[in-house]
């Protein structure tokens, strides 16, 4: 596949509902108006997608009077992450690090293209237990997560198309952000 055709192809991606994102930014304005803490997760690209994620939510605070906005993406400490997996087991660095540091009424964010990945799979379980809305952005079919979040934005491609999938769900999340900033700026553009 030559780059033309790459492009081609996510061009041909069904579109992004506009319900799902403002359903999704309204989850995120929920909790941030209420003082709860955003949770963002995610493997590989998803986990650099968190990451960017986090930095976008935090940086559309432009001026004093935003409400403080508590977001932190869990992929970001590999010491922490390196010791979870070590010691209690890579399925874990997620759900431990949720146990250690969620409340309920709290929002998880996750990423991932599978939807399969055994610690996005203990996180979202983790989740449930706390007490927290769980909110995926997922690819292909939307695996195990698809079925057991309470809400997700699915890309629907071929299963193992992962650039496509993560290059949509970084443009999710500028969307995201755009709407929750464009909100916060003046409430009440959802």
Not at 112 to 138: D, F, M
Not at 151 to 156: G, K, L, M, N, Y
Not at 157 to 179: F, M, Q, S
């Amino acid at each position: 596949m030559n780059s033309h055709q790459y492009f081609d192809y996510l061009g041909s991606l069904p579109p992004i509902s506009e319900s799902d994102l403002n359903s999704a930014a309204e989850s995120i304005l929920e909790c941030i108006s209420s003082q709860n803490s955003i949770w963002i997760i995610g493997n590989g690209g998803s986990a650099s997608t968190a990451e960017h994620f986090e930095t976008d939510l935090l940086f559309i605070r432009k001026g004093e009077h935003f409400p403080k906005t508590k977001v932190s993406a869990l992929t970001a400490n590999n010491s922490l992450i390196t010791a979870i997996a070590n010691d209690i087991g890579y399925e874990n660095i997620f759900s431990h690090q949720l146990f250690r540091r969620a409340e309920c009424g709290d929002l998880c964010i996750m990423i991932s293209a599978s939807g399969n990945s055994e610690n996005l799979i203990r996180a979202a379980s983790a989740a449930k237990k706390i007490g927290l809305h769980t909110l995926g952005l997922l690819g292909f079919d939307g695996g195990k997560l698809g079925k057991i979040l309470n809400a997700s934005i699915i890309v629907r491609t071929e299963i193992g198309k992962y650039g496509p999938v993560e290059d949509t769900h970084l443009a999710i999340c500028h969307a995201l952000a755009e709407i929750v900033g464009k909100n916060l700026a003046s409430p009440g553009n959802l």
